[in-house]
């Protein structure tokens, strides 16, 4: 007894000296998820934790950039549906608004707009505690203003970030380019890029990636720009082209698209080029759906789009092409691309695409399963400071397993 007594008291001790890192990996060690669940529930009634342990942890996505260039029209128009007309009765935002994009989609995340007059280096603003938890970093310049300015605050908050979080995918968008004729879009984008850039190398940080693009509310540019951003914040991006080129490449598909039903952001796609056209004609088939599902289609009770797993449609377009829409999930479709005569193969694809789904599934299942292991193993933390706070507890160890 005295052995295990002093056997415990050095666990204890290795236990509350480990590091953040160390002591995920020793949770991990001993996970038994059967015994954990039941555990943690009954930990939660006695305990109480906090909805910060209950709730999932999102990337967060920041919205930034002068005054007037458009960021809230873009927030507008991609996940409420706002009509881009309906946008330019939108009033200056005068505080920062946080939205939680997830209630409705398969897309998970925090979008947090910035007005362009306040200056969030101010003394009364903790931007390391902005900074830390984001993923992405939206910078909006209006193309059709004088973006001197844009382009210096740009620097100040891309150097500063930076330093805060080395690892935030910063995204610059080229905004209302809708009024611009192509060449001046070129020559606007290339203009842009390179004073960026040398703003950065001048500073010594060319280590820096800026990511560019040109967009408007006012066509599909601003979908497709949004998509690649989210992509980045999507770790099983490269499971998913995986998926897609196995299952076009068996099915005679020429190109295939999984989109996320509500906002229109496609998630992944096959490893062939996107084509604008392309990407267009897949959002218009969506809204074709979403609108004749509306109509016609049974509404639940809970308000939710008329769209579940027997959702799907077929378009033959006059050039002997067809596009071919299935539900994947309650919050993903999957639009594929492909000519008349592999079409006449239906059973093949069907056959195909329920194996694709079957992997989807499992792709998303290993994701609900980490989400929960981290909030028990953040449950865990918690326990262990209360238990554990300064001076270790002889046995405690022995308790939690």
């Not at 280590?207 to 914040?233: G, N, P, R």
């Not at 309650?330 to 992997?359: Q, T, W």
Request: net charge negative.
């Amino acid at each position: 007894a005295s052995n295990q007594k002093q056997s415990d008291k050095m666990t204890s001790d290795r236990v509350c000296a480990l590091s953040a890192e160390e002591e995920e990996h020793a949770a991990l060690d001993y996970y038994d998820e059967d015994d954990d669940l039941e555990a943690f529930s009954n930990a939660e009634l006695v305990l109480g934790f906090s909805d910060s342990l209950n709730t999932e942890i999102k990337p967060r996505i920041l919205l930034m950039g002068l005054r007037r260039s458009g960021k809230s029209s873009i927030q507008k128009v991609v996940f409420h549906k706002m009509s881009p007309n309906e946008t330019l009765f939108l009033e200056s935002t005068n505080m920062i608004c946080r939205e939680d994009v997830s209630s409705s989609s398969f897309v998970s995340f925090q979008i947090w707009d910035f007005p362009g007059q306040i200056d969030f280096f101010d003394p009364t603003f903790d931007y390391e505690m902005i900074f830390r938890g984001t993923g992405a970093l939206i910078f909006v310049i209006d193309s059709q203003d004088d973006y001197v300015e844009a382009l210096r605050r740009l620097h100040l908050t891309v150097t500063r970030a930076y330093k805060v979080n080395p690892d935030i995918n910063f995204e610059v968008f080229i905004h209302k380019v809708d009024g611009l004729s192509d060449d001046h879009k070129t020559e606007k984008q290339t203009d842009i890029h390179k004073r960026a850039n040398d703003d950065l190398a001048d500073a010594g940080l060319e280590q820096i990636h800026l990511s560019f693009y040109l967009t408007s509310i006012y066509d599909h540019s601003i979908f497709e720009a949004f998509s690649k951003v989210v992509q980045k914040l999507i770790p099983q991006l490269p499971t998913l082209k995986n998926l897609l080129n196995i299952f076009i490449s068996n099915s005679g598909i020429e190109k295939a698209f999984l989109f996320d039903v509500v906002s229109k952001i496609y998630i992944a796609t096959d490893s062939s080029p996107v084509d604008m056209q392309t990407y267009k004609l897949c959002c218009d088939m969506i809204d074709v759906v979403i609108d004749i599902s509306c109509i016609y289609g049974l509404m639940d009770s809970q308000g939710r789009l008329p769209y579940d797993q027997e959702s799907m449609a077929i378009i033959h377009l006059n050039n002997t092409t067809v596009m071919y829409l299935k539900e994947v999930t309650k919050f993903l479709a999957i639009v594929c691309f492909l000519r008349k005569e592999s079409f006449e193969r239906k059973g093949l694809i069907d056959y195909n695409f329920h194996c694709f789904k079957n992997a989807i599934q499992e792709v998303f299942d290993v994701r609900i399963k980490v989400q929960q292991n981290r909030k028990l193993l953040t449950q865990r933390r918690f326990l262990l400071s209360c238990l554990c706070p300064r001076t270790p507890r002889k046995g405690f160890m022995l308790d939690m397993r």
